[in-house]
């Protein structure tokens, strides 16, 4: 089973780089690495998605090492609002329902 | 986002009532979600619909059914509520794709069994 091993929290102040790493020992060929952010009372929503090597989009980073056991979510200058609940899911079209599996996430706290 | 809406967004009910959560979306999508999410903790899937003829159980399906009435509409029923189902309930969407699709969340409704 795919599941993935996240840190419950974090905390780091404005301006700052941050790095959520996430562990995926399990992950099969077939699947790709999704992170989601959610604030309170909201649904989560789509952040970035990759497969192998680095993915770059406006808001985040992601890096997968050759071995794709984990993967690191990057998330460069925070601010306040960027204070969420962060979620790290992996599995593939086709796959059971744990590919939809959630987890606790990592509560990410900026300060100011 | 507003291409998937729940209603209603809050409710409260007695043990024991039979109750109905609605979700309707307008983004296309083939695939829909119900999830439940308890204080301080992750999303759990209760069921999960790939078309309208398709129905599967997810991590927590006992105490809740579905219905799928159209490709855009997905309801999640109550038959007996209990308070342990005091929850934030969750709708999302979704379109099959060649790779791990996105899902697309609803704003929850926050239900109360008292």
């Known amino acids: 089973l795919a599941k993935t091993t996240q840190p419950i929290s974090m905390d780091s102040y404005e301006g700052q780089e941050v790095n959520i790493t996430c562990s995926h020992n399990n992950i099969a060929t077939n699947d790709y690495i999704t992170w989601y952010q959610q604030f309170p009372s909201q649904g989560p929503r789509f952040i970035i998605q990759g497969y192998k090597t680095k993915v770059t989009n406006e808001v985040a980073s992601l890096f997968i090492p050759a071995d794709r056991k984990s993967s690191t979510l990057s998330l460069p200058r925070v601010s306040l609002s960027d204070t969420a609940v962060y979620y790290c899911?992996?599995?593939?079209?086709?796959?059971?329902?744990?590919?939809?599996?959630f987890g606790s996430g990592t509560k990410l706290n900026v300060k100011p | 986002d507003a291409d998937v809406t729940q209603t209603p967004r809050n409710r409260i009910t007695k043990t024991g009532k039979r109750i109905m959560l609605e979700c309707s979306q307008t983004k296309g999508h083939d695939r829909m979600y119900w999830y439940r999410q308890d204080p301080g903790l992750g999303l759990r899937l209760i069921y999960y619909s790939f078309d309208v003829k398709d129905i599967n159980k997810g991590e927590i399906s006992d105490g809740y059914s579905v219905s799928r009435q159209a490709q855009a509409k997905f309801s999640l029923s109550l038959e007996s509520a209990i308070p342990n189902q005091t929850a934030l309930y969750f709708c999302?969407?979704?379109?099959?794709?060649?790779?791990?699709?996105?899902?697309?969340f609803g704003p929850g409704t926050r239900l109360l069994v008292l």
């Open positions: 999302a969407t979704s379109r099959s794709s060649g790779r791990q699709e996105t899902q697309y």
């Open positions: 899911l992996v599995g593939a079209l086709g796959g059971n329902f744990n590919k939809f599996y």
